[in-house]
């Protein structure tokens, strides 16, 4: 009874455990880190899938071009953020009105002012990003954000331009 009322003796030094469960944890995290570095960055991937891809200027781009038909659909929003900036919710279709099956698409969209002034553009991957291809007569959906506006812009227009293309042989 004598020994259970005495202080203990307290350890010093470093909890085996803890510096083991540590160890592994940051091992753990350095082998996720060192995985995700040999990904290759969007950039990359997206060069990746353009290659080979025909550009303006080329004669089959302007073949293959004249069959994508781009408008913008009912539903353009114009929205405030906390930021004292306007986005712009934009909506559109891409129908491929030719026989070839197109599986690479890259589009520029852009707003512009009543005097044709660019005030902001995006590209945008739209095959095989957001869907793998689109065959003849088919339509694709899309809708992209465009952030930044002043409320004093003149935003007048959007438009649409194809600025890369590819074709399935």
Request: no cysteine.
């Amino acid at each position: 009874m004598q020994d259970f009322l005495e202080p203990k003796e307290k350890k010093k030094g470093i909890n085996k455990v803890f510096a083991a469960g540590a160890l592994l944890g940051v091992l753990a995290i350095g082998i996720v880190i060192a995985i995700l570095a040999m990904k290759p960055s969007m950039e990359e991937q997206t060069a990746n899938i353009l290659a080979g891809s025909f550009r303006e200027g080329s004669p089959e781009f302007e073949d293959l071009q004249k069959d994508i038909i781009i408008s913008t659909a009912d539903g353009t929003v114009q929205s405030p953020t906390g930021m004292g900036t306007i986005s712009m919710f934009i909506n559109g279709k891409i129908r491929n009105k030719g026989t070839k099956t197109i599986t690479v698409l890259e589009v520029n969209v852009g707003v512009v002012t009543q005097f044709n002034e660019v005030l902001k553009e995006r590209r945008i991957l739209v095959v095989p990003v957001q869907q793998s291809a689109l065959g003849p007569g088919e339509i694709i959906p899309i809708t992209l954000t465009l952030d930044g506006f002043k409320k004093e812009d003149d935003r007048a227009n959007i438009r649409w331009k194809v600025t890369a293309i590819k074709a399935a042989p």
